[in-house]
């Protein structure tokens, strides 16, 4: 009886090995297969903060870039872009755009860009030898309403030419 007892444990043991290292591995292909799917067929992440956005922007060749979306409690309503890119041309000039829209799906279709920088003086996006880049941009957003909601996507372009060299997914921010 002993012996069943313990052979029943360890089967039950092996199998929860065996669905947890599952579900592991395959939350580690999706996090390598977003990066190499098509930037036109990335889908809506999920975001748990509506006033504070952390965007991935994915582009062509490893190309990659992230944007820290803050907007503090403050009453003047201003949000800071910590803006990092990597893997694109060495000693280049980028660009930082968003589009917008009202309609709240999680299908971001605005196509109104606006290129960000200091509040409303756009500010370059300048890449190393290395073709990295860094720039902490803001955007003074107290014309929106408090509870204001709209989908938002992001795209860097290339400065000289526009060309788009990476996107985002589709994001819902929240104006606080």
Known sequence: MKR???????????????????????SQNQGTSKKSQDTELMT?????DPFNLDIDLVGAENSDGTIKF???????????????????????????????DQTIDGNCTGTAWLTLGLGLTPQSIFTNGGGNGKQELWRD?????????????????????GSIV???GCY????R
């Not at 809506?44 to 748990?48: I, L, T, Y």
């Not at 309503?77 to 000039?93: P, S, Y």
């Not at 929106?144 to 030419?161: C, L, S």
């Open 44 to 48: 809506s992440p999920k975001q748990s």
């Open 141 to 161: 957003v107290s014309v929106a309403p408090t509870g204001a909601v709209f989908d938002i996507h992001f795209r860097i372009i290339d400065a000289i030419d």
């Open 166 to 168: 990476m996107t985002s």
């Open 172 to 175: 819902q921010y929240t104006v």
């Open 4 to 26: 069943q007892i313990s052979k029943a444990i360890i089967i039950m043991a092996s199998a929860t090995v065996i669905i947890f290292s599952c579900k592991k591995e395959n």
């Open 70 to 100: 803050r907007q503090d409690p403050d009453p003047e309503k201003i949000i800071t872009l910590d803006v990092k890119i990597h893997h694109l041309q060495a000693n280049h000039e980028y660009q930082l755009q968003r589009a917008v």
